[in-house]
């Protein structure tokens, strides 16, 4: 039975060459969700430049916590789907920098590419201060 991109898990391995190319722009020092999660990243401090792939089963609360990260002046950088549809994108994404991915990526070691467009999401100083006027 293929379960890729099924409900049956939420960890999918974000591609190597587009966590380097973002690691190389921001400097990462956290990932509030590794792989096999070894802590709670919604209960604690993140770090000054973070990148998260959050499980897209969570994905709401994951993005309030990297908003309000974010507000608190440290960068929050995340590998989302595209769905522009819901609240959580209308009440934070909005307020960030969004990068949208051309194509649908592969993730890990999936056979095919995602059923879904991805972004990128930024929420620093310079996208709050751009909509801040």
């Known amino acids: 039975m293929n ?6 898990t939420d960890e999918w391995r974000t591609p190597k060459s587009v966590y380097d190319a973002l690691d190389k722009e ?3 020092d956290f990932d509030p969700c590794p792989m096999g999660g070894v802590w709670d990243g ?6 000054n430049s973070t990148f998260c792939n959050p499980p897209y089963s ?3 609360k994951w993005i309030k916590k990297g ?3 974010a507000e608190r002046g440290k960068t929050v950088v995340f590998l989302i789907p595209s769905r522009t549809d819901t609240r959580w994108w209308h009440d934070y994404c909005m307020k960030g920098q969004i990068r949208f991915i051309k194509g649908r990526l592969k993730f890990g070691d999936a056979k095919n590419n995602a059923p879904f467009p991805s972004c990128v999401v930024i929420f620093d ?4 201060n751009c909509q801040r006027g």
């Open 125 to 128: 100083k310079y996208a709050f």
């Open 42 to 47: 919604l209960a604690i401090e993140w770090g």
């Open 58 to 60: 969570q994905i709401a």
């Open 26 to 28: 921001f400097g990462f």
């Open 67 to 69: 908003y309000e990260e």
């Open 3 to 8: 379960v890729h991109f099924s409900s049956m």
